[in-house]
């Protein structure tokens, strides 16, 4: 696919600059320093009643920076600089843990995310663990999830992993073309895939997840396919594929905006669709249960989500780490996004809080709406006792819409999203946002 000329638009569907995933609302964008009052309020009032816990960890260190990457990594930190941030992860810990909002609750899940959570070395890992399970306990949750860059592993590591109690393990794949993980930045290569994965599955963890990424650079169909084939002769528990997208503050942006070209070098979005799903209706042949827009699991009775789920239903969620989202008691937070800035704040006994939003009940409606459409089917039971008023009718326009374009169908119950309207649910969310967000980009 050529790139276009600055002085003329990009194709329709072409994969222009931007953010197409939607990972929250209200957008991050109106969130504001302006509203981080609202923030120390949150944590001095008492959980609501039957609130999960779940505690987010960003680990932001990697041994290179992939070219498509937004996420806050660094990749030349040394190692005192290392502990002194896992040292202050534990600190601003120490601070959530004194808070009201806690309530002697348990964590009901935790995730360690990046960056690279398996970059760390064993020791780090039990330093850093040890650290936040003696401020709030996780030895009742029911999910520990543990994001892993297969180069970074070893059968050892992976035992230090397993002992910290991690019960879901994901490994970030992406690609299995050594190429294609070269000119996508990727550190590892095909080869570390598969021992990483044997080691993984020689030491039986309770769920194994796949990340693949449909449509980087240089990717081809008959790549693809490839990869679909070699991802099912694994065996994961579950498998979880995204569709390339360019936010502003990646490499492959940066390259595009120095050349003037307004359309990124990968597959277009009707491409990076079908290849979707074509590996769906492949993994559903093979017996996999498609269980949301971006993932497929062998055993949906056993194969899980929790941190996904929850969430999406509502949760408190403690994220800790330079730039680390939180939602408490009904506030949105974000943490400092600079390392100097995150670690000053936390030096100087303060909450490294940068900005927030407490959205309206309104807000908080169409948050659970437009998160749980991802997984292909909503109830409006559930918004109608949760909310009050009636779901049905509160969206009744969008929904009538995207009924007559084949999107999704409404009945009695529910809603329930067509393969069409699965594999583009990200750009069918703003429907259902106020006006005034229908604009704005996510971050």
């Given at each position: 696919?050529s790139?276009?000329?600055?002085?003329a638009?990009?194709?329709k569907?072409?994969?222009?600059?931007?953010?197409?995933?939607?990972?929250?609302?209200?957008?991050?964008?109106?969130?504001?320093p302006?509203f981080?009052?609202d923030?120390?309020?949150?944590?001095?009032?008492?959980p609501?009643?039957?609130?999960?816990?779940?505690?987010?960890?960003h680990v932001?260190?990697c041994?290179?920076r992939c070219?498509?990457?937004?996420?806050k990594?660094?990749?030349?930190?040394?190692?005192?600089?290392?502990?002194?941030?896992?040292?202050?992860?534990?600190?601003?810990?120490?601070?959530?843990?004194?808070?009201?909002?806690?309530?002697?609750?348990?964590?009901?899940?935790?995730?360690?995310?990046?960056?690279?959570?398996?970059?760390?070395?064993?020791?780090?890992?039990?330093?850093?663990s040890?650290?936040?399970?003696?401020?709030?306990?996780?030895d009742?949750?029911?999910?520990?999830?543990?994001e892993?860059?297969?180069?970074t592993?070893?059968?050892?590591?992976?035992?230090?992993?397993k002992?910290?109690?991690?019960?879901?393990?994901?490994?970030?794949?992406?690609?299995?073309?050594?190429?294609?993980?070269?000119?996508?930045?990727?550190?590892h290569r095909?080869?570390e895939?598969?021992?990483?994965?044997?080691?993984?599955?020689g030491?039986?963890?309770?769920?194994v997840?796949?990340d693949l990424?449909?449509g980087?650079?240089?990717?081809t169909e008959?790549?693809?396919?490839?990869?679909?084939?070699?991802?099912?002769?694994?065996?994961?528990?579950?498998?979880?594929?995204?569709?390339?997208?360019?936010?502003?503050?990646?490499?492959?942006?940066?390259?595009?905006?120095?050349q003037?070209?307004?359309t990124?070098?990968?597959?277009?979005w009707?491409?990076?669709?079908?290849?979707?799903?074509?590996?769906?209706?492949?993994?559903?042949?093979?017996?996999y249960?498609v269980?949301?827009?971006?993932?497929?699991?062998?055993?949906?009775?056993?194969?899980?989500f929790?941190?996904?789920?929850?969430?999406?239903?509502?949760?408190?969620?403690?994220?800790?780490?330079?730039?680390?989202?939180s939602?408490?008691?009904?506030t949105?937070?974000?943490?400092?996004?600079?390392?100097?800035?995150?670690?000053?704040?936390?030096?100087?006994?303060?909450?490294p809080?940068?900005?927030?939003?407490?959205?309206?009940?309104?807000?908080?409606?169409?948050?659970?709406?437009?998160?749980?459409?991802?997984?292909?089917?909503?109830?409006?039971?559930?918004?109608?006792?949760?909310?009050?008023?009636?779901?049905?009718?509160?969206?009744?326009?969008?929904?009538r819409r995207?009924?007559?374009?084949?999107?999704?169908?409404?009945?009695?119950?529910g809603?329930?999203l067509?393969?069409?309207?699965?594999?583009?649910?990200?750009?069918?969310?703003?429907?259902?946002?106020?006006?005034?967000?229908?604009?704005?980009?996510?971050?």
């Amino acid at each position: 696919m050529s790139a276009q000329s600055s002085s003329a638009p990009a194709p329709k569907d072409a994969t222009a600059a931007g953010n197409y995933f939607v990972s929250n609302y209200p957008p991050y964008s109106v969130w504001k320093p302006e509203f981080t009052a609202d923030v120390r309020k949150a944590l001095e009032r008492l959980p609501a009643p039957g609130t999960p816990l779940g505690i987010y960890v960003h680990v932001p260190f990697c041994r290179k920076r992939c070219h498509f990457c937004y996420f806050k990594v660094y990749t030349d930190k040394t190692s005192t600089e290392i502990k002194s941030y896992l040292d202050e992860t534990v600190h601003e810990m120490e601070q959530y843990a004194r808070m009201p909002f806690i309530g002697g609750r348990k964590a009901n899940f935790v995730y360690f995310g990046g960056g690279t959570p398996s970059y760390l070395s064993s020791e780090q890992l039990f330093e850093l663990s040890d650290g936040l399970k003696r401020l709030v306990s996780w030895d009742e949750a029911e999910e520990i999830t543990f994001e892993c860059e297969p180069g970074t592993l070893t059968e050892h590591k992976l035992r230090g992993i397993k002992k910290i109690g991690v019960t879901r393990l994901s490994l970030g794949i992406e690609n299995f073309d050594d190429h294609i993980l070269e000119v996508n930045g990727r550190a590892h290569r095909s080869k570390e895939v598969q021992r990483a994965y044997d080691f993984a599955r020689g030491l039986g963890f309770e769920q194994v997840n796949i990340d693949l990424i449909a449509g980087m650079v240089d990717e081809t169909e008959e790549n693809w396919k490839r990869c679909v084939e070699k991802a099912i002769e694994l065996e994961p528990d579950s498998i979880t594929i995204y569709q390339m997208e360019i936010p502003f503050n990646t490499t492959i942006y940066k390259e595009m905006k120095a050349q003037g070209k307004l359309t990124a070098p990968v597959a277009d979005w009707d491409t990076k669709r079908e290849w979707v799903r074509y590996a769906f209706e492949t993994l559903e042949a093979r017996g996999y249960a498609v269980a949301s827009a971006y993932t497929a699991v062998r055993d949906p009775k056993r194969t899980k989500f929790i941190y996904r789920d929850r969430l999406w239903q509502g949760a408190d969620l403690v994220g800790l780490g330079v730039a680390s989202f939180s939602h408490v008691g009904g506030t949105h937070f974000q943490n400092e996004t600079d390392w100097e800035s995150y670690l000053a704040r936390l030096n100087a006994g303060e909450l490294p809080t940068k900005r927030a939003l407490t959205p309206t009940a309104e807000e908080r409606l169409i948050r659970e709406w437009i998160l749980q459409l991802k997984l292909g089917r909503v109830q409006f039971t559930y918004f109608d006792r949760k909310f009050g008023g009636n779901a049905r009718e509160r969206f009744a326009e969008p929904l009538r819409r995207l009924e007559e374009q084949g999107l999704l169908k409404v009945s009695g119950e529910g809603v329930v999203l067509t393969r069409d309207g699965l594999l583009r649910v990200d750009g069918l969310l703003p429907n259902f946002y106020l006006p005034q967000h229908r604009d704005i980009r996510y971050v």
